[in-house]
Each structure stands twice: as C-alpha cells, then as structure tokens.
C-alpha cells in the first residue's frame, strides 16, 4: 500500500512540483485513511482528505484567546455574527459541520464495505468485528472507535503540514 502511494507521490511531483506541500499532506492523508478506514484516496482533489485538511485548517484559523474568552463568557454567544470580533460564533457553524463530516463520512464508508465485504482489513473494520453485538455498551463503544479513528487520520494527515 506504501508503495502504491508513494509512486502516485512521485507521479504528482513530477506533474506539479510547484504544489510540493499539498502533495505531501494528501500523500500523508491517504496513507493513514487507508490504514485506518481501508479508503483508497484519489491521487488529487479527493473529498475526504479535503474534509480532514478544511478541518485541520478551521483549528489553525481558531484564535484561542477569543475562544477562551467566550468560555468564559457564553453570554457572548447571543450577539450577531457580523459584529467585530465574532470570528468564533461564525467559525462554529463551519466547525461543526466538518466535525460531523469528518466523523461520519469514512466510518460509514467502512460500515458499508463491511457490510458488502468490499473492504480489506484496517483499524476501523477489525475494532468494528470484534464489538459483541449482544453488549448493552454497544453503542458507545462503535462512538469510541469512530471518534478514535478520526483522531488518527487528523494526527497523520497534518504531520506534514505546512
């Protein structure tokens, strides 16, 4: 798999070297989403790693002092979005939707290929056949995978990032 994604690597370097950065993120990204949901990423432009790196990239835009602020303050939250200094209520919208996405939209993508037997073995589908469907904990523990797998393809898309 390693290999595979690595000529496609060397296959976008040498037909735009320029984007060099974004190559290597989605170089990253599409080795982690395949070892973790077992998703064969497109070599360029493909939805999912586009959704973890939007995601990645609202955290980096998040000022953390206005955050702490509105913490503190929740009260804050009732003012309209287009005054000054409400960057975080507008981010928040955004923020929860690709949240939602970047939960959703791999792990379904595993569930079903699961379902079907299109799917080889990674992290997600192994955790996944080993839950006890006669556990009353069930539900809760297909939440940890799911949440335990978006972690993983954060943390090893943006360890190259830029």
């Not at 998703?39 to 953390?64: E, P, T, W």
């Not at 209520?89 to 939960?103: C, E, G, P, V």
């Amino acid at each position: 798999m390693q290999e595979a994604k690595a000529h496609e690597l060397l296959l976008n370097l040498l037909e735009d070297p320029v984007d060099y950065p974004k190559h290597l993120e989605a170089h990253s990204g599409s080795i982690i989403m395949s070892a973790v949901y077992s998703y064969g990423a497109a070599r360029r432009d493909d939805h999912m790693i586009n959704i973890v790196k939007m995601s990645i990239d609202v955290l980096k835009d998040a000022n953390m002092v206005l955050l702490g602020i509105f913490s503190a303050f929740p009260s804050l939250f009732r003012l309209p979005s287009w005054l000054p200094g409400m960057s975080p209520k507008r981010l928040a919208h955004l923020s929860k939707k690709l949240s939602a996405d970047l939960l959703d939209a791999p792990f379904t993508y595993t569930e079903c290929g699961l379902a079907t037997g299109s799917i080889s073995p990674c992290l997600v589908a192994d955790h996944l056949l080993e839950l006890d469907e006669g556990d009353s904990d069930l539900v809760r523990q297909k939440k940890a995978v799911q949440e335990s797998a978006a972690t993983a393809c954060v943390a090893g898309t943006e360890t190259v990032g830029m």
